[in-house]
């Protein structure tokens, strides 16, 4: 069956833990094969959250945020997006309905052809804007937004945390996004350093991430 709200050109992922009805479907976009995934909405009463991605010739902004909004009924306590604009990451996220990341984004505009975007339903750390998704890499040049829990992410990131490595949230999110920018500053691409990170993790996900450095793509897992 087909989820018809989603025209092609979209990403969504939407987990739900303990769901075994999740299935993937290959979808066609303007720049790239990006893998599809639902699950069926039989249990609603689960943690559920959304994550959307644009990359393509339209402004990614509204994209995402009408994305979101046909996520909303999910349940969430924080949203946010992250667009690639003029080569740099330009971040707008906050805790609360999308009402007020739609009120951020108009009172200081984002637009760019590639973007993420995410409503939280948070389990590490409390709905503040700080542990808001997209969560970005200390220089800045990675963001990623994620669903689910990285259960070994304690371990991880007492790792990070030994190599100086800076958080800025309570989340288990952000680890991924600093394992990335580690891998990367190896000299890996950003699809290599995806996949050495997702290596690392333990437990469900669904994992978007970007890099204003390789703006041409848009990786996700599931
Ligand atoms: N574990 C992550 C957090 O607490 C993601 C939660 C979610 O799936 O929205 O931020």
Same mark, same amino acid.
């Given at each position: 069956?087909?989820?018809?709200? $989603?025209?092609?050109?979209?990403?969504?992922?939407?987990?739900?833990?303990?769901?075994?009805?999740?299935?993937?479907?290959?979808?066609?976009?303007? =720049?790239?094969?990006?893998?599809?995934?639902?699950?069926?909405?039989?249990?609603?009463?689960?943690? $559920?959250?959304?994550?959307?991605?644009?990359?393509?010739?339209?402004?990614?902004?509204?994209?995402? @945020?009408? #994305?979101?909004?046909?996520?909303?009924?999910?349940?969430?306590? *924080?949203?946010?997006?992250?667009?690639? !604009?003029?080569?740099?990451?330009?971040?707008?996220?906050?805790?609360?309905?999308?009402?007020?990341?739609?009120?951020?984004?108009?009172?200081?505009?984002?637009?760019?052809?590639?973007? %993420?975007?995410?409503?939280?339903?948070?389990?590490?750390?409390?709905?503040?804007?700080?542990?808001? /998704?997209?969560? %970005? *890499?200390?220089?800045?040049?990675?963001?990623?937004? /994620?669903?689910?829990?990285?259960?070994?992410? +304690?371990? @991880?990131?007492?790792? @990070? $945390?030994?190599?100086?490595?800076?958080?800025? *949230?309570?989340?288990?999110? !952000?680890?991924?996004?600093?394992?990335?920018?580690?891998?990367?500053?190896?000299?890996?691409?950003?699809?290599?350093?995806?996949? *050495?990170?997702?290596? +690392? =993790?333990? #437990?469900?996900?669904?994992?978007?991430?970007?890099?204003?450095? !390789?703006?041409?793509?848009?990786?996700?897992?599931?």
């Amino acid at each position: 069956s087909k989820d018809q709200r $989603m025209p092609s050109g979209w990403l969504a992922i939407h987990t739900f833990p303990n769901n075994k009805k999740i299935f993937c479907k290959e979808i066609q976009t303007n =720049l790239l094969n990006l893998r599809y995934a639902y699950g069926s909405h039989e249990r609603k009463e689960e943690s $559920m959250c959304g994550i959307v991605g644009y990359i393509g010739e339209k402004d990614a902004t509204p994209i995402i @945020l009408n #994305g979101l909004k046909k996520l909303e009924y999910r349940g969430y306590d *924080s949203a946010g997006l992250a667009v690639i !604009e003029n080569g740099s990451i330009a971040l707008r996220r906050d805790a609360g309905k999308l009402e007020k990341l739609i009120t951020l984004v108009n009172n200081k505009p984002v637009s760019g052809n590639l973007g %993420i975007g995410h409503t939280r339903w948070a389990t590490h750390g409390v709905p503040s804007a700080n542990n808001a /998704h997209p969560h %970005i *890499s200390g220089n800045g040049k990675v963001v990623l937004v /994620h669903n689910g829990i990285v259960e070994n992410f +304690l371990e @991880l990131k007492q790792e @990070l $945390m030994a190599e100086n490595v800076q958080f800025q *949230s309570d989340t288990d999110s !952000e680890t991924i996004v600093l394992l990335v920018e580690r891998f990367l500053s190896s000299g890996k691409g950003l699809i290599d350093a995806a996949r *050495s990170t997702f290596e +690392l =993790l333990r #437990g469900a996900h669904g994992i978007v991430l970007i890099s204003s450095d !390789e703006p041409d793509k848009i990786v996700a897992a599931r």
